[in-house]
């Protein structure tokens, strides 16, 4: 059965896309199955998997979601919402995403088990694979809420910023509410600070702040994933940083792959 990871933080603009992005190629590449599940309006995993119009996409699991929770789920195939992708040497299937979860967040309101939607769906797949990444959107309302019921852990991406480290103690009370009355089995992976400048102190402070409060109590990655450009190149070229090459970069010698590749490898030894 696969482990299911939620990548979730109510802030935008912390990593959670180009981490789900990256950790699930780096997985794929270490010879696990993955399923990656956009759950974000904005679409932007499903764009970086391939789609130029993320709003076009008619299979999306908004669509999928609001199928469940209008009609029986035993009608809905889950099947003919998965897409395949293969990039270069590296075999992931997703889920896509669009501007319809917005949809979704207010159907759930009045559904029946509207906190296991999610799960219900993934329930079906999730012998298929190894791994489920589940790339949320910014906000910590009921469909985050579903991926967190599905989730049998939660890898928070968070930005070297003052502002952002404040959101961590209601993100942290949130978490902790649904292992206690939803999903008793959610644990913390791990928080990954993403896009720090090592050469900018208030970077590096914010860093050792989070670490001397959360450290005992929940896992804070070593490394860091740094702030380079040609990690926002590689999103916008659809290709994730295990195969993607520019100028001064050679395929697959990104400094912040090895970055992701650690990260693959401590979420597999954590197994």
Do not use: W
């Amino acid at each position: 059965m696969a482990k299911t990871i939620t990548i979730v933080n109510q802030k935008g603009g912390v990593g959670k896309t180009t981490t789900t992005f990256n950790l699930g190629a780096c997985l794929a590449q270490a010879g696990k199955k993955v399923l990656l599940v956009d759950m974000d309006q904005q679409g932007n995993l499903t764009y970086c998997m391939g789609h130029e119009s993320p709003d076009e996409v008619r299979a999306t699991i908004a669509q999928l979601m609001l199928q469940y929770i209008a009609v029986d789920e035993e009608e809905c195939r889950v099947d003919d919402y998965i897409f395949h992708r293969n990039i270069g040497n590296i075999a992931m299937d997703y889920m896509t995403c669009n501007v319809e979860m917005a949809s979704v967040e207010t159907a759930l309101v009045n559904a029946m088990q509207r906190e296991q939607i999610l799960k219900l769906i993934l329930d079906e797949v999730k012998e298929r694979y190894d791994y489920i990444l589940l790339d949320c959107g910014p906000s910590l309302g009921l469909t985050t809420m579903n991926a967190l019921v599905a989730a049998d852990s939660a890898l928070i991406p968070l930005k070297a910023e003052k502002l952002s480290s404040l959101g961590m103690e209601l993100l942290l009370k949130n978490i902790m509410r649904v292992k206690r009355r939803l999903n008793p089995s959610l644990d913390i992976e791990g928080i990954l600070f993403c896009a720090v400048n090592k050469t900018y102190n208030e970077d590096i402070k914010t860093v050792h702040e989070v670490k001397e409060r959360f450290e005992d109590a929940i896992n804070v990655y070593d490394f860091v994933v740094p702030a380079l450009t040609h990690v926002s190149h590689s999103v916008r070229d659809q290709q994730p940083l295990v195969v993607f090459s520019e100028s001064g970069i050679k395929k697959g010698e990104s400094p912040v792959a090895d970055i992701y590749n650690q990260l693959a490898q401590e979420v597999i030894e954590n197994e």
